[in-house]
């Protein structure tokens, strides 16, 4: 299960997790596998994690991916003209 972050609801029950805040969770697990013909895991009886401590983290901001993609290709086209110059003996 996942929620995107900055998901607003109307249920006041919902965990509002606000990008950059820190808070802390704990995880149950119940297994409900079949032993013996008897369930395992059931009501109460469960596995507990201990408690962490998790953030949000806030967007990235992906315009910085299209300045590295031109820059890089801005580079390797004035690399192509060079080294075409240079193999027809002009001087770069």
Do not use: H, N, Y
Not at 20 to 27: D, H, I, K, N, T
Not at 29 to 54: M, N, P, T
Not at 60 to 86: H, N, P, T
């Amino acid at each position: 299960m996942q929620q995107a972050c900055g998901k607003v609801t109307d249920d006041e029950q919902d965990v509002k997790l606000e990008p950059g805040e820190w808070r802390s969770v704990a995880f149950a697990f119940w297994d409900g596998a079949v032993v013996d013909g008897l369930v395992k895991e059931k009501g109460s009886q469960k596995a507990v994690s201990s408690w962490w401590s998790i953030r949000a983290e806030p967007s990235v901001d992906s315009s910085v991916f299209g300045w590295v993609i031109f820059g890089l290709s801005l580079a390797a086209g004035f690399e192509l003209v060079i080294v075409r110059k240079l193999r027809k003996g002009q001087s770069a």
